[in-house]
């Protein structure tokens, strides 16, 4: 059974190295550039685990795991959300991880890191 | 003293018979430790474009073993760069020297005698210019840097990496750009804006001016010398490692207690012992324990380790008097852990309260005005020995990565 990924991110270079790392690991990616189509994709697809950017270019990705958390959608309170960013501003991982997000992660991404911060949720298919 | 130069501390001659050297360095090339992807070393580059590891430097060392004498290397002129061959740099003119390396091996008696030991020692990296560890990997990462052609060079620190950049960028002609905390130790501001150094104080931790320093290094050009985000930095901190190898007479102590921010000089260690074993440079294939010291205010390698993961979590709120331990998480948290692991060793944290009883102990009882960071090795030697997993004869080494003398605005 194939596991859908969801990764909310503008940086096209990044989506491509995420892309190409999961999808060697037999996951299938669900791509958002923007926070808000994130959320819209999150609440209509089947997604089992969200990657999440947090500075996009409409709604941060702060906003976008505190909507996700309180989503009609009653599975998304607790789907797991892993927040990847560059982390130039103080305090990225504390406000990420009390916006609703279970893991932080900062950029550059490790792939061999990413790969097991994933599996730990959502095991390799 | 142990004289790390003295010919009396020297074992058997691993190749007396050799010829000489005269290629400066061995370097062959570059390699992903994470995939294992090679690069080509004379081009720039800074970590792996596939998985994003670091990249580690590799040398020949089947030909450095048929033609460098290990004994002739004792012999040279005192400081880092008499270990040529096994760093990265290849033409003398772009080596950067300040009088970098060859620091004191310093046996510790009355430290010793009170805590019922037989064999310790403390590593004094204080001597190295701009007072600290931190000139060895700068000297090796800059000397680089110049020689592939780089002109201006940034670095996010937590204090004395930005002061070793700001000197050696100085020295080797290159612009520096630095960031740091707003409360980082006042030398590290002024000896960086002394040197010429561009700085710009954050209100953060190392960790958000990496974020602000990468943006700036995208944006504008300006390389970046992060901890592990380019490959020569470990290659100066690992001659550590050959220092200690030489003034133990090629045999090696048996446990290292080291204090790990980025840990560039744990992973530099474990690769030149490594190295040095290939070499057959040697006299036995004892390896020691590696124990990673962190302060209890920003642990994630003890954290890790306790929960026996390979990479470490992102430590939140992040406080401790040691400014040089105030890493959240390092790019490098995978290699670490892995060292300590494969050495049998072990990750501990202290509190600052016995970091800076430490400090005083060291002061007092050996005349060494050890950084906090230093102190905080001393304080998991008494925590370590209280637990038990130290025995009373082992040969024991801390590390003291810099002065004291930089920390004076710290209200202790």
């Known amino acids: 059974m194939t596991h859908n990924i969801l990764y909310i991110e503008d940086n096209p270079d990044n989506m491509m190295l995420v892309q190409r790392a999961l999808e060697a690991r037999g996951y299938h990616l669900l791509k958002a550039m923007k926070g808000l189509d994130g959320v819209a994709t999150a609440e209509t697809e089947e997604v089992d685990l969200i990657l999440l950017d947090i500075n996009l270019p409409d709604i941060d990705g702060y906003e976008v795991a505190q909507r996700l958390r309180s989503s009609n959608k009653h599975q998304l309170a607790s789907i797991p959300i892993i927040a990847i960013t560059a982390n130039a501003l103080k305090g990225d991982a504390e406000k990420a991880l009390n916006a609703g997000c279970d893991v932080y992660m900062s950029k550059p991404i490790n792939i061999r890191e990413l790969w097991a911060r994933v599996e730990a949720f959502v095991p390799m298919p | ?412």
């Open chain 2, 1 to 412: 003293m142990l004289n790390s130069k003295s010919k009396d501390n020297l074992g058997a001659s691993a190749a007396s018979n050799t010829v000489i050297s005269s290629k400066l360095s061995h370097l062959s090339h570059l390699k992903c430790s994470g995939c294992g992807k090679e690069y080509a070393h004379h081009e720039l580059h800074t970590f792996c474009s596939f998985c994003q590891s670091p990249l580690l430097s590799i040398y020949d060392l089947k030909s450095i073993r048929q033609n460098v004498d290990r004994d002739e290397i004792s012999r040279r002129p005192k400081g880092m760069w008499r270990w040529n061959e096994l760093l990265p740099v290849l033409d003398a003119k772009n080596q950067v020297f300040l009088g970098e390396g060859d620091t004191p091996l310093l046996p510790l008696p009355r430290l010793k005698k009170g805590l019922g030991l037989s064999n310790l020692y403390v590593k004094d990296e204080s001597s190295n210019p701009t007072g600290s560890f931190k000139a060895r990997g700068l000297a090796a990462a800059v000397s680089k840097a110049k020689e592939l052609g780089v002109e201006k060079v940034i670095i996010p620190t937590a204090g004395n990496a930005g002061g070793a950049m700001a000197a050696y960028a100085a020295r080797a002609g290159l612009r520096a750009h630095i960031f740091m905390p707003k409360d980082t130790p006042f030398a590290n501001i002024e000896e960086s804006r002394m040197a010429g150094a561009e700085v710009v104080l954050v209100d953060g931790l190392i960790s958000d001016a990496a974020g602000m320093a990468g943006e700036k290094a995208r944006a504008e050009g300006w390389f970046d010398v992060s901890t592990f985000k380019e490959p020569y930095r470990v290659e100066g901190k690992k001659v550590m490692g050959y220092e200690l190898a030489e003034s133990f007479n090629w045999e090696l102590p048996d446990v290292i207690i080291y204090p790990t921010g980025g840990g560039t000089g744990l992973v530099g260690m474990w690769k030149a012992f490594a190295e040095l074993e290939e070499l057959g440079w040697l006299e036995n294939t004892k390896r020691p324990r590696m124990v990673s010291v962190q302060a209890d205010g920003c642990a994630p390698v003890v954290k890790a380790f306790q929960a026996k993961a390979s990479f470490c979590d992102f430590w939140t709120n992040a406080q401790t008097i040691a400014s040089g331990l105030r890493v959240p998480k390092s790019f490098a948290d995978h290699l670490i852990l892995q060292d300590i692991y494969e050495s049998n060793g072990t990750a501990i944290a202290v509190s600052d309260k016995s970091i800076l009883e430490s400090q005083k102990q060291l002061a007092v009882l050996e005349g060494i005005f050890a950084a906090p960071e230093g102190a905080a090795t001393l304080a998991a030697l008494k925590e370590l020995l209280q637990q038990g997993w130290l025995h009373p004869d082992e040969r024991i080494v801390l590390f003291n990565t810099g002065s004291g003398l930089k920390y004076l605005d710290h209200p202790n």
